[in-house]
């Protein structure tokens, strides 16, 4: 256990819900990214925050995909109509912006089925 | 764009040493990471080498070429616990972007 935590752990939606997943990294953590991941494939970067303020988002992400964290604590990220090509594990991490080893720690990560 | 390249699988016995490389064509790079990931787990950091060189942790060692545009991780007195999959990933951009590899999946046997 990391310290960062995911919820929820699965979800399993049809093709064109919404869904909202939550991500809480570890506290002292200013830095905090979510990823994707499929099967069999590294890590894809979706975006990244810096406290409150999202300071980068991939070029591939789609707009039906927005992240939030208003408060600089928790992040949320939100798929709008979802997709089947949306199936995958997402991963949120955390690390501290003093990090000389930029080492981000991973949350268990939310596993959304999208039939 | 991004790439990077590492072999998809490498087998070895306990105790021996094994090397797994990474190979990467980035727009910039500002850093090499190496995170280790078990069936059904979240990745964990293992190192990172933003200079060229060798960095040494305990069993696991990695090691940067920049000029090369490689790096390394190797794993020494290997133990059935590290039975896992092992991904690089190029911090590309001045910013927090990080590109992973697609992972090498090693397989440790008795």
């Known amino acids: 256990d990391t310290g960062v935590s995911q919820d929820p752990r699965h979800k399993i939606t049809k093709r064109g819900q919404n869904v909202t997943f939550r991500c809480d990294p570890i506290s002292e953590h200013n830095r905090l990214y979510w990823y994707r991941q499929t099967l069999g494939q590294g890590p894809e970067f979706l975006t990244y925050?810096?406290?409150?303020?999202?300071?980068?988002k991939s070029r591939l992400l789609s707009d039906r995909f927005s992240a939030e964290r208003p408060k600089g604590s928790f992040s949320t990220l939100e798929i709008q109509r979802t997709e089947q090509g949306d199936s995958a594990m997402y991963l949120c991490?955390?690390?501290?912006?003093?990090?000389?080893?930029?080492?981000?720690?991973f949350g268990p990560g939310t596993r959304l089925t999208v039939l | 764009g991004q790439s990077l390249e590492q072999p998809s699988e490498v087998t070895a016995v306990e105790g021996a040493i094994v090397q797994i490389n990474c190979t990467y064509q980035t727009s910039g790079f500002y850093g090499l990471s190496w995170y280790q990931q078990h069936d059904g787990g979240a990745p964990t950091f293992l190192s990172y080498?933003?200079?060229?060189g060798l960095e040494e942790t305990g069993r696991f060692s990695s090691f940067l070429s920049r000029s090369d545009s490689y790096g390394y991780l190797l794993l020494q007195e290997l133990q059935m616990k590290d039975s896992a999959s092992y991904f690089c990933?190029?911090?590309?951009?001045?910013?927090?972007?990080?590109?992973f590899g697609p992972g090498t999946r090693l397989s440790v046997l008795p």
């Open positions: 991490a955390s690390s501290l912006a003093s990090s000389t080893g930029n080492e981000q720690f």
């Open positions: 990933a190029v911090r590309a951009d001045y910013g927090q972007n990080f590109v």
């Open positions: 080498n933003a200079l060229d």
């Open positions: 925050f810096q406290n409150e303020a999202q300071l980068e």
